[in-house]
């Protein structure tokens, strides 16, 4: 069975500092999809950025970057020139690419601080 | 706006209680989920809907009861037989085909036992 891992409960930033949230997978197959969500006080989730793993080119959306290491099975997310807004818990989630039914597993979640 | 519309935000069972969450949507989605999130935990899968008049258990259904007898509509209910539902409730619904699914959450639900 796939499982995820995230070892930060909690990781702390200064505002406009780099940060980078660390997960890992385990995973037998070679087809899947690696996603990161945030989820802010509100607690309503929001994909953050998604990457495929067929993909070698690692994905990025704005200030957000994914460090995609399919050999190592690490997905870490780096959030440069953090603002207050960033803070959330943040969601690390696989999905297999043969499921046909969008099954995601989650890890734990990692809490975010932003020091202003 | 579209959305997913979660109701009660708060919810209080009584032991013994059945209760109902609320999940619309109006995105027209056909594939709807309900979700359960502890404290320290990543969200675990209860039950999901792919279309109307047909669900299937997630990971941790035991409990639990939903319906989808409307495209927009995909209640959960928390019966009796639920021993520990004090937790976060979500409910999502997936858009977009194969390269481009994602996710939508509604502003979840906290139950909590008297």
């Known amino acids: 069975a796939q499982t995820v891992t995230q070892s930060q409960p909690e990781m702390s930033v200064q505002e406009a500092e780099t940060v980078t949230l660390s997960c890992t997978y385990d995973?037998?197959?070679?087809?899947?999809?690696l996603f990161w969500y945030k989820q802010p006080p509100s607690r309503q989730m929001i994909l953050v950025i998604r990457?495929?793993?067929?993909k070698q080119q690692n994905a990025t959306e704005n200030r957000f970057s994914v460090n995609f290491q399919k050999a190592a099975k690490s997905f870490s997310l780096k959030i440069s020139d953090s603002q207050l807004g960033d803070a959330a818990m943040y969601f690390c989630?696989?999905?297999?690419?043969?499921?046909?039914?969008?099954?995601?597993?989650w890890g734990a979640g990692t809490k975010l601080i932003i020091k202003p | 706006d579209g959305g997913i519309t979660q109701s009660p935000k708060y919810l209080f069972r009584k032991e013994g209680q059945n209760v109902t969450l609320s999940c619309e949507q109006n995105l027209n989605h056909d594939a709807m989920y309900w979700y359960r999130q502890d404290p320290g935990q990543g969200l675990r899968l209860i039950y999901y809907?792919?279309?109307?008049?047909?669900?299937q258990k997630g990971d941790i259904a035991e409990g639990y009861s939903v319906s989808r007898e409307k495209k927009e509509s995909f209640p959960l209910t928390v019966t009796s037989a639920q021993k520990n539902p004090t937790a976060f409730y979500l409910c999502?619904?997936?858009?977009?085909?194969?390269?481009?699914?994602?996710?939508?959450f509604g502003s979840g639900t906290q139950l909590s036992v008297l």
């Open positions: 995973t037998s197959e070679s087809d899947y999809y």
């Open positions: 809907s792919q279309i109307v008049n047909d669900f």
């Open positions: 999502a619904s997936l858009s977009g085909g194969l390269a481009n699914e994602k996710l939508f």
């Open positions: 989630a696989y999905r297999s690419g043969v499921d046909s039914n969008y099954q995601l597993i």
């Open positions: 990457q495929e793993a067929y």
